[in-house]
């Protein structure tokens, strides 16, 4: 077989065999391949796209190209959720030990913040003391005692998935429905739970700009999972404003704190929900999604839930007093509101800008070189559809910079106001299954 025969092939629309895809990835991976012909054929497939055929194979061969994780020394149904990744996205500090204290087992391997999306490993590591880099013997026996574990991806897991997608990166091959599913669903397969939960985002914070294409994505990977004999769902959820009101590490960690408590955001809490009545459900601990819910409620009330949260912190090494004394978390210097400068019914909240805008107030990464400020960040007092008067708040920052005012006229900028009514848009729209 000739790498430049599988170029032609798929170049002039043709389907590849599952030899032909395996012997891509195995030849990419143990670098036999260059990376000239490689980023030929990523562009070959972002052009013609794959049958779900080719996606599958290519999801299977990416899967096996490293180690894979088996769990089936935990006992009972072990449940994996992944979010496509977002603005202000906290659900699984919530969700995880939500779940766990219904009995359900999470396993889940996270990721860093890049841009304008914060990653769950840098939120966890605003707590002090908190360790992400479990090892697969400690991730199971974790597992085992306490139903949930939420570490850094091992570094030999889909080894293809890392050269193909810095290769992606920079070769304008991103966009590609096949290739993002193959890599998502690959390591989520390899990291070996029984159960998948997908909550794939749209709008001006996500990496799917609206809801048809999310939807595409979200299909072809429900159908790659349950294809493997994974039970796999989706949700598609808004991104066209942050998730919840806190933006920035610790002050997301605070937000998930007070949603275990009952008191979090209207649309996070409601995303949590269902989040976790799914994962019951997958998980055989209830039979539908409203007895689900009850159960969840209870767990909030009776304190159970957050004392899973102390009790997962507690057990990666992190400060479990942080949980229950918030105060703890070091502010940043500057705290500061901005004001509406119209009356109005907010329109728009551009995700996109409240994200860049708490990367550049300390709270992400330009570049994976560069140092988090834990405490920075923006939090909301304003929500879509919610009115606002002249002068009245719209948010506040937090950062430790010294030049944060242009920052600050962008951050109020990203709000638009509208003299009409707007609705409160709902946050989770769809459910595939
Ligand atoms: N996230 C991934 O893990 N892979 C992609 O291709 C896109 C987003």
């Not at 908190?130 to 889909?158: C, F, W, Y």
């Not at 991104?239 to 002050?251: K, T, Y």
């Not at 400020?373 to 009115?387: C, E, Q, R």
């Amino acid at each position: 077989m000739r790498m430049v025969d599988l170029i032609i092939k798929k170049r002039d629309g043709g389907e590849l065999s599952k030899e032909e895809i395996n012997y891509f990835i195995k030849g990419y991976t143990n670098g036999e391949i260059p990376d000239y012909q490689a980023s030929a054929f990523t562009m070959a497939v972002l052009f013609k796209g794959m049958s779900d055929e080719e996606t599958a194979y290519l999801c299977d061969a990416m899967e096996h190209s490293g180690d894979t994780i088996d769990l089936s020394e935990v006992d009972g149904v072990v449940v994996d959720k992944h979010s496509t990744g977002g603005v202000g996205d906290k659900t699984s500090l919530v969700v995880g030990p939500l779940v766990a204290s219904c009995g359900a087992k999470i396993a889940k391997m996270s990721g860093r913040g890049l841009g304008h999306t914060g990653g769950t490993l840098d939120k966890m590591e605003s707590i002090p003391g908190m360790r992400i880099n479990l090892s697969k013997d400690e991730m199971i026996a974790q597992v085992k005692k306490i139903g949930i574990a939420i570490l850094g991806q091992s570094a030999n897991l889909v080894p293809a998935d890392k050269k193909l997608y810095a290769l992606r990166d920079v070769t304008g091959t991103v966009e590609s429905i096949p290739l993002i599913a193959s890599s998502i669903m690959s390591k989520k397969l390899a990291s070996g739970s029984n159960c998948i939960l997908l909550d794939v985002k749209f709008g001006s914070g996500a990496f799917m700009k609206n809801i048809d294409s999310a939807r595409l994505l979200a299909s072809k990977m429900v159908a790659i999972g349950n294809g493997l004999g994974r039970d796999t769902r989706a949700i598609l959820t808004d991104m066209r404003q942050p998730l919840g009101l806190a933006v920035g590490n610790a002050l997301e960690v605070k937000e998930a704190i007070d949603t275990l408590n009952g008191h979090g955001p209207r649309d996070f809490q409601e995303l949590c929900l269902e989040a976790s009545s799914i994962i019951l459900e997958q998980a055989k601990i209830v039979k539908s999604k409203d007895e689900a819910r009850e159960i969840l409620l209870e767990k909030i009330t009776s304190g159970e839930a957050l004392n899973k949260l102390c009790e997962f912190v507690a057990s990666q090494g992190g400060d479990p007093s942080y949980i229950r004394h918030p105060e703890k978390f070091e502010l940043s210097k500057t705290i500061e509101d901005v004001y509406s400068e119209k009356e109005g019914y907010i329109e728009e909240i551009n995700c996109l800008e409240i994200g860049e805008s708490a990367m550049r107030l300390g709270a992400g990464r330009e570049t994976m070189e560069d140092v988090i400020d834990m405490s920075a960040g923006i939090v909301l007092n304003k929500k879509v559809g919610d009115y606002v008067k002249k002068g009245e708040k719209l948010c506040t920052i937090h950062t430790n910079k010294k030049d944060y005012l242009k920052i600050k006229q962008d951050i109020h900028d990203s709000f638009k106001i509208s003299e009409e009514e707007i609705k409160i848009p709902p946050v989770v729209h769809e459910y595939i299954h």
